[in-house]
């Protein structure tokens, strides 16, 4: 990737400035969790390190201005009732924000952002390694399904998105809170690409 090295200084001051501490750790183990990923599984690190280093840019970002980046997007073209998903809007409204402040930024790194939250069906490799390693990066505090999702994940990237998903699947009906189409449709694309342990 050209000017990485600058590139990756000028997004760590921005996350300083947008981020809250907890938020920024976060963000810095989902960037080692997808370099990682990516050298297992043939993605270039410096993608995945951009890609995950704004993949919480928008988290902070109030309603109006999730609004605001989403407007004359497919998203809300297809979804106009989005904003009763408050907590999917960061990663749609977010991807708008990186590609007109970064537009140097390939479409991969940016649908990468956009569908970390919620994934989607037809996921490229980077698209699956930034929606897995939000799940998994080492500060996550320990919840039920994560070790073993993260034992998946870097035995198989594509078995590991599959149990990501199903977990979030079952999280959300246990939770009583709607799952979106693009997490079901997400899951279902996964189900041939499941360890047969985990159906
Ligand atoms: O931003 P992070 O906290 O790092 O993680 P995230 O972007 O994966 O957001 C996680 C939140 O989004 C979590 O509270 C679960 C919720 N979520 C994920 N998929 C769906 C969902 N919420 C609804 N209602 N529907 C979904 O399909
Ligand atoms: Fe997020
Ligand atoms: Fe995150």
Redesign the pocket.
């Known amino acids: 990737m050209k000017n990485y090295d600058a590139l990756r200084e000028k997004i760590l001051l921005e996350l300083k400035d947008n981020l809250k501490p907890n ?1 920024f750790r ?1 963000t810095l183990g ?1 960037e080692s969790t997808a370099i990682a990923l990516a050298n297992l599984n043939q993605v270039d690190p410096e993608e995945a390190s951009i890609a995950a280093l704004l ?2 840019i928008a ?1 902070y970002f109030d309603f109006d201005t999730y609004m605001f980046w989403l407007k004359g997007t497919s998203i809300l073209e297809r979804f106009p009732d989005i904003g009763s ?1 408050p ?2 809007l ?2 749609f409204a977010g991807a708008q924000y990186a590609q007109k402040k970064y537009p140097e930024l390939n479409e991969d790194i940016i649908n990468s952002v956009r569908y ?4 989607r069906a037809g996921m490229g490799t980077l698209e699956k390694i930034i ?1 897995a390693a ?2 998994i990066e080492p500060g996550r505090k320990d919840f039920p399904g994560l070790l073993s999702a993260r034992e998946r994940t870097f035995d198989d990237l594509d078995q590991g998105v599959y149990l990501i998903l199903k977990q ?2 079952s ?2 009906e246990q939770n009583e ?8 449709e997400a899951f279902n694309d996964m189900i041939p690409m499941a360890n047969p342990s985990d159906l």
């Open positions: 938020r976060h989902v993949h919480d988290k998903f907590k999917l960061h990663a970390h939250t919620t994934g929606f939000d799940y979030t699947v999280y959300l809170e709607p799952c979106f189409l693009l997490t079901k």
